[in-house]
């Protein structure tokens, strides 16, 4: 069973960084369409990044364009989410998610619909405040 395990979360003031760590566990990331996720209280999950680990190529949501960038290290099995110049409304719970039936990179450019995702870890939560 895949495992997902985020981390790097916090509290921090607007205009500073923090960079998310999704560790898979009996799960090769190789060649594997992998997304960042958010959720803030009362509202929908939103796509934030996207990456196709067998060419990096990514996708970014319109908020996180020019601040957020996805990365992956396949010796370490893990994606990372840099997020720079933080601001308030990016206060969530972050989620990391694969999307299995997602091959390739051009089945893996699109962030939604959140239900092509099957594996989900439980979430780092990112504060940041004015």
């Known amino acids: 069973q895949v495992q997902l395990v985020e981390s790097g979360g916090g509290s921090v003031q607007a205009g500073e960084s923090l960079r998310l760590s999704c560790e898979a566990s009996r799960y090769d990331i190789r060649n594997k369409c992998i997304g960042w996720f958010r959720q803030a209280p009362g509202k929908e999950r939103e796509g934030v990044a996207i990456i196709y680990t067998g060419d990096s190529g990514a996708t970014y949501a319109e908020s996180a364009k020019g601040r957020f960038t996805i990365s992956h290290d396949n010796a370490k099995n893990t994606v990372y989410l840099q997020m720079d110049a933080l601001k308030p409304e990016d206060t969530a719970m972050y989620y990391c998610?694969?999307?299995?039936?997602?091959?390739?990179?051009?089945?893996?450019?699109?962030?939604?619909?959140?239900?092509?995702?099957?594996?989900w870890g439980q979430g780092t939560q990112v504060t940041v405040s004015a």
């Open positions: 998610a694969t999307a299995r039936e997602r091959k390739t990179r051009l089945t893996c450019r699109a962030l939604s619909p959140v239900t092509s995702y099957d594996s």
